[in-house]
């Protein structure tokens, strides 16, 4: 998909909020706390069926619309590898599964392309994508600018930043997410303008990732988000 044919949507609804892997609803219920209406993404049935519980007072008031499906290539059914050692684990690429500790077991849960988000709820503010593994199948089918943007670090980061970089997105900042959850256990921490640290350049955070990627560097526990933004 070229860039042009992207940019077809120039909609962006300034109190609208996309989770995508929205897992216990901790991000969820922080930027309901923060006034914006929510779409959370969610393939696990358990999870959201416990958003549904947690959040019955938004989901009424339309300010969360809960959607049960994985967040993939084509659309139809797929196998979600749940993880039996630590839920955020939770994936639809083996690959993903296999570097991880502990059994998984495989759950059968519908699938779709994400433009069906898009075409249904149109261009958030802010898009966060925790997906493990399968965040590219999001920036894929990105059809429009959100104000803000966050993605775990994982294998397809570099094909990613190429599709922000030709959609216009030129500031990042990159977010140890260890220290994140030394806060608050599962849950992704602030977005935009509230992150800490200043805001660099593809280039800089080219270099930082690279820095990430050396043995030894860091704490042996540390996971990056990166925050983009226009």
Known sequence: MSTASRAKISWM???L??????????????YLSRGFR???????????CALYQRFPEAIAAGKLHVLNFAIAERPGFCALLESQAESQWNTIVPEVAASK???????IVPALTFNHVFERFHTPYYLKVDIEGAE???????????Q??????AQDVFPILRILHDLGYSRYKLINQRLIHMQTVAWS?????????????DAVLQ????????????????WFDIHATL
């Open 17 to 30: 909020v996309f989770d995508v892997g929205a897992h216990n609803g901790n991000d969820t219920a922080y």
């Open 189 to 201: 921490g602030p977005f935009g303008e509230d992150t800490k640290g200043a805001w660099v350049s």
């Open 13 to 15: 609804q300034s109190d």
């Open 101 to 107: 500790a502990g059994e998984f077991r495989e759950i």
């Open 38 to 48: 929510v779409v959370a993404v969610e393939a696990h049935p358990q999870y959201c």
């Open 136 to 146: 590219l199948s999001v920036f894929r089918y990105l059809v429009d600018r959100p």
């Open 148 to 153: 803000y943007i966050s993605f775990e670090v």
């Open 207 to 222: 270099e930082q990732l690279r820095a990430t990627q050396v043995p030894g560097a860091g704490h042996p526990d540390d």
